[in-house]
C-alpha cells in the first residue's frame, strides 16, 4: 500500500554539522514531495517542496534530493543550529492527498 | 497574521461527549484538511473540503462530521467521545485541490478521560 517512511526515527548531530535526514516512498506515481519541521507543541511548518520532474532543490541552508529510481527523499540541513531541533516529516502526494512519514526528532547538540 | 488558526488549543472532556473544533485560514485558499496525529506523531489525512464541499473522507468514524460554512472555516465536530479518540488534531489549508504544500495550524490537543 501507500507509506512514506523514514530510515532514522532519532538523529543526533552537533551544532554547526550538516544534518542529512533520509525518507522513503513507496507510491511510484506520486509527483511532489514536501519537507514539514515540526516544534513541540505547534503545528507542521513548511521547509521546502520537490516536484517529481527535479531531483534537487535548495533552499535557504536546506535542499532537498529526490532519487526516484530507488524512491528515495533526503533533506540536508547546513550548519545545523539549536534552533532546527525538531521532528521532521517527508510526505508524498498521492492523489490530491499528503501521506506523511513516521518523522525523525534531530536532536542538535551545543 | 495568524495564516490557519484553531480553537480550542486544549481540549479535556469525558467520554460521550461531544465537541468541536474550528479551523480558520486567511491565506485565500480553495481547499481545507483535518489531520489526527496520535501518541506516536503519526499524521494522517481525515477530510478534505475544497471549496466548501467534501473530496476526501477517509475511513474515519461516523462520530466524525467536518462542515465548512464557506471555504475560509472547516469545522470538526466529534460525538460520543472515546479514549480512542485523544490525539493532537490539525486543521491545514492549501491553495486547491491538488493538496500541495498545505499550511497547518497550531492545533488543538484532545484529552478524553
Known amino acids: 500500500g501507500e507509506s512514506v517512511g523514514l530510515h532514522l526515527p532519532t538523529l543526533s548531530v552537533q551544532e554547526g554539522d550538516n544534518s542529512i535526514i533520509n525518507c522513503a516512498y513507496s507510491n511510484s506515481a506520486s509527483d511532489y514531495f514536501i519537507w514539514y519541521k515540526q516544534e513541540s507543541g505547534k503545528g507542521p511548518q513548511f521547509i521546502i517542496d520537490?516536484?517529481?520532474?527535479?531531483d534537487k532543490r535548495q533552499g535557504q541552508r536546506v535542499t532537498v534530493l529526490l532519487n526516484k529510481t530507488v524512491k528515495h527523499l533526503s533533506l540536508q540541513i547546513a550548519a545545523t543550529q539549536p534552533g532546527d531541533s525538531a521532528v521532521y516529516f517527508c510526505a508524498e502526494n498521492g492523489g490530491g492527498k499528503l501521506i506523511f512519514g513516521q518523522g525523525t526528532e534531530l536532536s542538535v547538540k551545543p | 497574521d495568524t495564516a490557519v488558526s484553531q480553537t480550542p488549543k486544549y481540549l479535556v472532556t469525558q467520554m460521550g461527549n461531544d465537541k468541536s473544533i474550528k479551523c480558520e485560514q486567511n491565506l485565500g485558499h480553495d481547499t481545507m484538511y483535518w489531520y489526527k496525529q496520535d501518541s506516536k506523531k503519526f499524521l494522517k489525512i481525515m477530510f478534505s473540503y475544497n471549496n466548501k464541499e467534501l473530496i476526501i473522507n477517509e475511513t474515519v468514524p461516523n462520530r466524525f462530521s467536518p462542515k465548512s460554512p464557506d471555504k475560509a472555516h472547516l469545522n470538526l465536530h466529534i460525538n460520543s467521545l472515546e479514549l480512542g479518540d485523544s490525539a493532537v488534531y490539525f486543521c491545514?489549508?492549501?491553495?486547491?485541490?491538488?493538496?500541495?504544500?498545505?499550511?497547518f495550524g497550531p492545533g488543538t490537543r484532545l484529552t478524553v478521560t
Open positions: 520537490i516536484r517529481s520532474n527535479m
Open positions: 491545514a489549508s492549501s491553495q486547491d485541490r491538488r493538496g500541495n504544500e498545505q499550511y
